[in-house]
């Protein structure tokens, strides 16, 4: 029934437009299969791409964002349209697999209607499918795939690498891997990956020497066509992740270096030259239009799921193809070619969104996963507490699994205001659900967990929050570093997304009182990015607190005030 | 295949760093290069540019330097000037106590290319200002000083 009612819907989302612009001469009929996921074959050359897994081997909830304010150029551009815009800017029906899979309206129901997404077993099912209609297509990783989970951090990556192995994955770059420290991805990537996926980032260099760290590309043949992929890191992770554990390395987006990396890759033949970045959405959607000689820039890290390739003008005149695959396995990326005589003549792309119930779990990735979990199981199962109300993350401000986070902080600590970063990884469980060990780390598994209380100012917490709202309102998303707004707990305030830097957080108040500039107020955090802080790892911290709490009541997300936005698709 | 360039003079350095006697800076070239103390000890940007002089823009000085700082206690910072007879090039980090952080002398029939790391305190503009033919000119760019934490 579930397989037929999407076939269904995903008739009428073809037909509403979801099937993307061609280029002169392509000629690809409109998909009229059974399945979505029956795509009928174009073209010669192929890439399947899927990004920010985040480490989630099993089937998952996860809620896209309600707020995803975009400012200046991004205003009311994609990604920045939610909800209902959202749908409408891709054509895509309401009440409908794809809705669900896109947007967060009416998530619970959704959730209840549809069941879970992604899961590598699942997955691996999809890839196959795609690689025996097109054969010889590669595989890519955006990456932020080797954490996020109870077993990669307690794996130290293993599990995911050998899972990635299992899903043939071919071509990789990285973010949070990075956050293993250097000399484990360096082992990964000497011992585990070696002669099966390629570890690509142009932009990261030795700081003193200025040396490579890793390949910058690598070159295939595919049906006959050669082709390049471009590895691009997330260019900010030493700033927004400790750089202590990447003492040596410098990042950055490096345009220039990437020019000369195109040129090189060009020179030697190749036809179809992909960037695999971890950029963000609107970091990708800039550097198109700065460099020349990509097809495409096949993109992450915002955790945006773009249904249709964004169409960008490049330094050259010439089409730049953007797309972003989402996140947590929910979604992948095809992106077809046909070429003829050396030059792309034509292109098609779709995001598939992976649907648990709609594709039947890969016997052997799901017996890995469970080798993989076995010695875990305890640990992972073990139930903390019972949810009343639905618990996600995503989104600018709190989610209502950030403010439980920030009140166990607070409660804990016995601290007046609490911080918690603002990432936007973290799977969403539904009301009655258990909160088990394994769905808490799914919010907190990382390699700097310790939790801190510190005294800080007004005027240190004002700067804090200014700090950090520049790095996702800047005008300029060179400036961006891709996370959202620090969730914040105790305190109330009052934003302007489009104001200038240092300007935009007001009436800053705790219990209604005004926050004064030279008070002191004790403020408890984690995931310190300092070398040398310690404290109690934060999963002990709230789990504690949840075996105490044993039922959670709905938690209502405090959310800032939002003030000068005129008419923003950004926000429901 | 993962190519290993990556950490070879790194590596090379470790194991053999003892044994590398470090070539030392041709000094006598700088010998004619009077230290702009004036322009130095200024506490902002028209300070120091009421000591060197007042720059133009110009297209031809190309400025690297991060759009976020990694450590604002080192920034990479490299300045080429394409402008015939550039003989000096200056660093200028317009918020920094004491803006003017470095003052090159490019001696005649050499590339007018610099490389340095300079301290940053807070988010600013930074400046590469170049001397050639007696006249001064200027280009700009602003890296961002951030806390850090909160990304992905």
Known sequence: MKRREFTQMLGL????????????????????SESIYNLPKFGNVHFMHMTDAHAQLMPIYYREPSTNIGVHEARNRVPHLVGDAFLKANGLPRDSHLAHAFTYLDFTAAAQQYGKVGGFAHLATLVKQVRASRPGSLLLDGGDLWQGSATSLWTNGQDMVDASKALGIDIMTGHWEFTLGADRVMEIIENDLNGHIDFVAQNVKDFDFGDPVFAGHTMKEMNGVPVAVIGQAFPYTPIANPGHF????????QERELQEEIDKVRKAGAQV??????????????????????????????????????????????????????????FLGVLDFDVQNGKVAGWHYQLLPVFADLLAPDPTMSALID??????????????????????????????????????????????????????????????????????MS?????????TLNSFTGERIKFILEDVADNLFNPDPYYQQGGDMVRVGGLDYTINPNADSGNRISDMRLNGKPLEASKTYKVAGWAPVAEGVSGEPIWDVVSGWLRNKKSIPLVAAKQPKIIGLNDNQGIA | MVKHMTRNRRSFLKLAGAAIALSIAPLKLLAEFVRPEKALAATDLDGVFAQLGTPTDSDQIMLESPDIAENGA??????????????????????????????FAIPEGTEAFVQTRVKVAQTSPIYAVVEA???????????????GGCGG
């Not at chain 1, 959405?281 to 239009?289: E, N, T």
């Not at chain 2, 490299?78 to 660093?91: D, E, F, L, R, W």
């Open chain 1, 443 to 451: 919010q907190v598994a990382i390699t700097y967990p310790q939790t």
């Open chain 2, 74 to 103: 080192v920034v990479p910072v490299g300045v080429t000037s394409n402008i015939p007879g550039t003989s000096k090039i200056y660093v200028v980090i317009e918020k920094n106590p004491n803006p003017l952080a470095a003052a």
């Open chain 1, 273 to 330: 030259v992909i960037l695999l970045s971890h950029n963000g959405a609107d970091v990708d959607i800039k550097l198109a239009s700065r460099v020349s000689g990509l097809n495409a820039i096949m993109g992450g890290h915002t955790h945006d799921a773009i249904p249709q390739a964004i169409e960008v003008k490049n330094a050259a005149g010439e089409l730049t193809l953007v797309t972003n695959a989402g996140s947590n396995g929910k």
């Open chain 1, 246 to 253: 990447t003492p040596d390395w410098t990042f950055g987006i």
């Open chain 1, 371 to 440: 080798n993989i979990r076995a010695p875990f199981a305890k640990q992972l199962n073990e139930k903390l507490a019972t949810t009343e109300g639905l618990l996600y993350r995503r989104g600018n401000f709190n989610g209502s699994f950030d403010q439980l986070i920030v009140d166990a902080l607070m409660d804990v600590k016995g601290a007046e205001i609490a911080f918690s970063p603002g990432f936007r990884w973290g799977t969403s469980l539904l009301p009655g659900d258990d909160i088990t060990m394994e769905d808490l």
């Open chain 1, 13 to 32: 989302g073809l037909a509403a437009g979801m099937s993307l612009p061609m280029l002169n001469g392509c000629s690809r009929k409109p998909a009229s």
């Open chain 2, 133 to 147: 033919g007696g006249k001064l000119y200027k280009t700009s760019r602003e890296t961002k000083v951030t806390l």
